[in-house]
T-cell receptor, first 112, second 112 residues
Framework: DVKVTQSSRYLVKRTGEKVFLECVQD?????MFWYRQDPGLGLRLIYF???????EKGDIPEGYSVSREKKERFSLILESASTNQTSMYLC???????????FGEGSRLTVL | QQQVKQSPQSLIVQKGGISIINCAYE??????FPWYQQFPGKGPALLIA?????SEKKEGRFTISFNKSAKQFSLHIMDSQPGDSATYFC???????????FGGGTRVLVKP
């Protein structure tokens, strides 16, 4: 079975703190994605990566950055967390040219 | 501006009834339309998908109907069961750009 693991299920941070969310997949997928899930807004794409050290902005990249130093690992970074970044963050991965995405269980971030 | 609009936001149906979720899209460059199912505490998982050259696809109790001229597609859950209670997301994929755009989600509750 494909496994996408998000290291932290629940985090509580303070405004201005730096936040790291890590995601690891075990299927040698080329593509990895970070989405944000909010009620009524569905899943919105923050950043994605087609290959190691490659990254592209999604629809809502402001306030976020990413890092992909190894093929299996994709990290989402909030340089200075703000309360409007309180949300559920979902990591996903997939093979290049294949349209199915495999999701992790999510990281619920609360910024106070 | 949501490129994929989904309705309703929530739905309550009796066991054995039919659940219907509708989606509309704007961009004619989308060429693949999946539905994802998400249970509480889990990440979304692919349920069923359709390409625009097909008007209907059925897998078990789940059917996608697709209307290319109207730029609309819908998910029908026949003989709904309490185990179908979940949040459902429609999505659209654009090969150029290699990314999925999701609708806002529909929370379905099937009452026994």
């Amino acid at each position: 079975d494909v496994k996408v693991t998000q290291s932290s299920r629940y985090l509580v941070k303070r405004t201005g703190e730096k936040v790291f969310l890590e995601c690891v997949q075990d299927m040698d997928h080329e593509n990895m994605f970070w989405y944000r899930q909010d009620p009524g807004l569905g899943l919105r794409l923050i950043y994605f990566s087609y290959d190691v050290k490659m990254k592209e902005k999604g629809d809502i990249p402001e306030g976020y950055s990413v890092s992909r130093e190894k093929k299996e690992r994709f990290s989402l970074i909030l340089e200075s967390a703000s309360t409007n970044q309180t949300s559920m963050y979902l990591c996903a991965s997939g093979w290049s040219g294949v349209r199915e995405l495999f999701f992790g269980e999510g990281s619920r971030l609360t910024v106070l | 501006q949501q490129q994929v609009k989904q309705s309703p936001q929530s739905l309550i149906v009796q066991k054995g009834g039919i659940s219907i979720i509708n989606c509309a899209y704007e961009n004619t460059a989308f060429d693949y339309f999946p539905w994802y199912q998400q249970f509480p505490g889990k990440g979304p998982a692919l349920l069923i998908a359709i390409r625009p050259d097909v008007s209907e696809k059925k897998e078990g109790r789940f059917t996608i109907s697709f209307n290319k001229s109207a730029k609309q597609f819908s998910l029908h859950i026949m003989d709904s069961q309490p185990g179908d209670s979940a949040t459902y997301f429609c999505a659209a994929f654009k090969a150029a750009g290699n990314k999925l755009t999701f609708g806002g989600g529909t929370r379905v509750l099937v009452k026994p």
